[in-house]
């Protein structure tokens, strides 16, 4: 009578011992993309003030690509796509033919500049104090990122962390029509 | 005297309906903005409207239904605004065409045949408590009207 009941808690043990395997050495989702009522239609304003007091306007960057980046410093996920966005930054900087930038989302603008000071990047990053940019974007919490074709269009929406070669690919699939 | 009653029972329930769907137009800027954020849910939660929600889009949302009521727009434009960019899912009354359409009509179909049921049980037993008076029945009762005579 036992070992019917020995054998049960032991097979219990091992599916939940495997269980605990595959999630404890899977790798965080990344590069998901989503869909959005945003996708094919006019990208919706980035306009304002940067943290370094300059003026940012997406509507200036007509003609090549524009990575879109909502972020905060208290985020986990931007923290640790950050470096796949400075190499994708990077990557595109000789020829110029993607913008990457980044806006703010509900945090501390001393924070922010802390993050960028500390981490690199060096595009620009728009302020949404009001969370307007935000809420155009229908961003419900970061990190989230798109990309705009060079016709103004909204052409990806990618939610959770992203990384350079997500992005790679998808801008490849994107300019090959695919 | 069972008439009357039915009667003002009849009263009491359009009474109810009336003041159910009775207009309750918010009479401030802040009213009108917190009577739309509580149709709109907070994106980041489950099941929350972003009156209820501190998540930071919550409040982020709740900051342009206020600059959008000061705007001067309707409750219908602010809450198109925010499907445009969110989705439809945004908005947490269900549309009222189209499958979800139905979220609103079948309460109000259960309704009516329930009432209906129960008028049609109502009629059913009154019926048979018509047509089933026994000998027996006649009996009893003389035997009950003969013992309260002695």
């Known amino acids: 009578m036992k070992r019917p009941a020995v054998w049960a808690a032991a097979g219990i043990a091992v599916v939940l011992a495997l269980l605990v395997v ?20 006019a990208a919706p304003e980035v306009q304002g003030a940067t943290i370094d007091g300059k003026s940012f306007d997406l509507a200036d960057q007509r003609g ?7 972020l905060a410093s208290w985020c986990g996920p931007c923290q640790r796509e950050h470096d796949d966005l400075i190499q994708f930054a990077d990557a595109h900087a000789a020829t110029n033919d993607v913008t990457v930038v980044s806006v703010v989302f509900q945090d501390d603008l001393t924070a ?25 974007w229908g961003v419900p919490q970061v990190p989230e990122t798109y990309l705009v074709s060079p016709n103004g269009r909204v052409a990806v929406k990618f939610i959770g962390e992203v990384t350079y070669d997500g992005l790679e690919r998808q801008l490849d699939r994107l300019r090959s029509g695919a | 005297m069972r008439k009357v009653a039915w009667g003002a029972l ?138 309260e005579g002695a």
Not at chain 1, 115 to 121: E, L, N, P, Q, V
Not at chain 2, 66 to 86: K, P
Not at chain 2, 119 to 143: H, K, M, Q
Request: aromatic share 6%; proline share 5%.
């Open chain 1, 22 to 41: 595959v999630l404890a050495t899977r790798k965080p989702a990344t590069d998901r993309v989503a869909s959005s009522p945003l996708l094919g239609k």
């Open chain 1, 64 to 70: 090549r690509w524009v990575l879109v980046n909502f």
């Open chain 1, 112 to 136: 922010v500049r802390q993050f960028f000071a500390s981490r690199g990047g060096d595009w620009p990053v728009v302020r949404d104090d009001s969370g307007r940019v935000a809420v155009a």
């Open chain 2, 10 to 147: 009849l009263l009491v329930v359009i009474g109810a309906l009336v003041y159910g769907v009775r207009d309750r137009s918010p009479a401030t800027a802040s009213e009108r903005a917190r009577h739309v954020g509580d149709t709109i849910m907070c994106p980041a939660c489950s099941g929350e409207s972003v009156t209820g929600s501190q998540a930071p889009v919550a409040v982020a949302i709740r900051r342009q239904i206020a600059d959008m009521v000061r705007q001067g727009r309707s409750d219908e434009e602010i809450r198109n605004t925010l499907v445009a960019s969110y989705g439809d899912r945004i908005v947490l009354n269900p549309p009222r065409s189209g499958l979800a359409g139905l979220v609103w009509v079948l309460p109000v179909a259960a309704l009516v045949v329930a009432l209906a049921a129960l008028a049609l049980i109502f009629r059913t037993w009154r019926a048979s408590a018509d047509g089933e008076v026994t000998p027996d029945d006649v009996d009893a009762a003389a035997r009950a009207r003969r013992a």
